[in-house]
């Protein structure tokens, strides 16, 4: 199988890469969510995690370095959505205890990665 190019500049970029890893992690956490909750607690923590490697993306194409900074500020801001998502269904015993960590943990690595990328911008 022939290796895929990067063609486009966040496809180079390593937080880049592990919001889409968080993004699986969150679609399958939220397959065990219960049925009444697929309009609303399992859409809204879903678009959130998506939110982040979209803004990431997206702001990555900006041809200046104040409008990329924003829309990681974005990106950083659905992390927290979904952090706030994640303590919801942990409050509503959704999700375990340990599943909370391993959100929280993922969360965590990726801030720290928005936020290095979005100082080398200034």
Known sequence: MERVKHLYCFEKL???????????MIYL?????????RF?????IRRASISVAANIAEGSSRLS?????????IAYG????VLNH????FDLQIISEEKLKEIKNHIYLISNK??????SLN
């Open 78 to 81: 659905s992390l927290l959505e």
């Open 86 to 89: 994640a303590y919801l269904a």
């Open 14 to 24: 390593e937080v880049w890469h592990d919001a889409r890893s968080f993004i699986k």
């Open 29 to 37: 956490t939220s397959k065990r969510f219960p049925d009444e909750e």
């Open 114 to 119: 928005i936020n290095a990328l979005h100082k």
């Open 40 to 44: 609303s607690l399992t859409n809204q």
């Open 65 to 73: 370095r104040k409008d990329f900074a924003y829309f990681l500020q």
